[in-house]
């Protein structure tokens, strides 16, 4: 894996995890999925900022 | 293969795939808030309110019901809508009647009232619907759409295979913003591709999958349905089935712990001509999506055959929830939209790079 990967790698298979606990769980699991998805983005946002 | 050659398969699956996805985001977009979008407009049938604990009226008056509001009509379909007070029933002409003959009236589940007749093939959300599904031309133009949905995932693949070269150069997150707009949009269009990545993946793969829903159905009625129901083959079809209330028992006694999703009426795609088809539905989030038919004689009555749906039929079902985003409550159809938008930034500001880069070159 390329030494650019590890972060992004890691956000897309929290989202995947995310995605698919919320169609296994109920309730507070479908608040998860939905963070989940916007997580890698919100990550990229703030890194963004971070880094001006 | 060389990066050289990941960068052209990237380049030509996406220009080739953009404006349809374009189109597919853009009409995505109202369908995601369908619900919403029809209790705003007033679209929306809701039931009378009756005292809690009310009874559910029996089938069969329902259906009496709904064939009183159709006359010369004949039901095809009885299905239970997520509000348990209504039950939704397909009517057509024939029993045998193609789809596109399909009306639909809405009745109350308790009183057997009327409620409603809704026009499902009309106005602004059945536009977005058809442009979104088949472009209004029937299955070819599903099927074209499900080949776009194919270069669509082989685009992100492409494009995140590339990525890694590209993010050695810098970190995660960073625009390079005082540069030349051609190089801040390619940082933004990288970034904002590979945070979708998951979503898109997952949405691109399940829409493939959905636009297959038809040659799903027709594997399955060859394989399935076609060995449940062996013994009555050649017979003729049963003209007037018995009640739908004496189906729909036989079948939750056999599969106590499931609720019925809907019935299918004999000579239907999803039944045979000889049964009603009961398709029942667990009752976990996960088993909720997962449907078991339950086939009972419609002319005799009595449960015939019971069995959980082959593997690409629950593949098909498991992939809707997937791509419609509705399984999470408006915090999920939320974040459905957002990754819609910057999909179609993703996708504007490839064409956007592509288009410079060619004009540089030009020059």
């Known amino acids: 894996m390329s030494r650019g990967w590890p972060i992004p790698a890691a956000l897309a298979a929290l989202s995947a995890a995310g995605l698919v606990a919320g169609l296994i769980g109920d309730g507070p699991w479908d608040l998860v999925a939905s963070l989940s998805l916007l997580l890698p983005l919100g990550a990229a946002w703030w890194a963004g900022r971070r880094r001006g | 293969m060389s990066l050289r050659a990941w960068s052209r398969l990237h380049t030509w699956s996406s220009l080739a795939c953009t404006l349809f996805l374009l189109l597919l985001c853009l009409t995505g977009l109202p369908l995601i808030f369908h619900e919403e979008i029809g209790r705003l407009t007033g679209a929306e049938i809701e039931a009378t309110a009756l005292p809690p604990g009310t009874p559910p009226a029996d089938l069969d008056r329902v259906v009496a019901a709904a064939r009183a509001a ?43 009232a009327v409620l409603g007749q809704p026009r499902d093939r009309e106005g602004f959300l059945y536009w977005m619907l058809r442009l979104h599904t088949d472009l209004f031309a029937g299955i070819p133009g599903k099927l074209f759409l499900g080949a776009i949905g194919l270069l669509f995932v082989l685009a992100t693949v492409s494009g995140a295979v590339l990525y890694g070269p590209f993010a050695r150069h810098g970190r995660f997150g960073a625009v390079r913003a005082g540069r030349t707009a051609r190089l801040r949009w390619l940082d933004l269009h990288n970034i904002l591709g590979v945070v979708t990545l998951s ?58 712990g499931m609720e019925i999703f809907f019935v299918a009426w004999p000579q239907t795609p999803f039944s045979s001509p000889h049964h009603y088809a009961v398709f029942l539905r667990g009752g976990t989030p996960l088993t909720h999506r997962v449907l078991m038919p339950a086939l009972v004689d419609a002319a005799e009555g009595g449960l015939t055959d019971l069995r959980p749906m082959p593997w690409y039929a629950q593949a098909l079902l498991l992939s809707q929830p997937l791509h419609f985003g509705d399984y999470g409550g408006l915090p999920l159809k939320l974040a459905w939209a957002v990754l819609d938008l910057v999909t179609i930034l993703v996708l504007g500001s490839g064409v956007w790079l592509w288009w410079r880069r060619r004009r540089g070159t030009a020059a």
């Open chain 2, 199 to 256: 979503w898109v993946l997952v949405v691109g793969a399940t829409g493939v999958v959905n636009a297959l829903a038809e040659q799903v159905l027709a594997v399955w009625r060859a394989d399935q349905l076609a060995a449940m129901t062996a013994p009555w083959r050649g017979q003729p079809p049963v003209e007037a089935p018995g009640p739908v209330q004496a189906a729909v028992e036989a079948a939750r006694q056999a599969a106590p």
């Open chain 2, 70 to 112: 159709r006359p010369g009509e004949v039901v095809q379909y009885l299905i239970w809508e997520d509000d348990p007070a209504i039950l939704r029933l397909s009517l057509a002409p024939a029993a045998d009647s193609p789809p596109d003959a399909l009306t639909t009236v809405l009745v109350d589940a308790r009183s057997a």
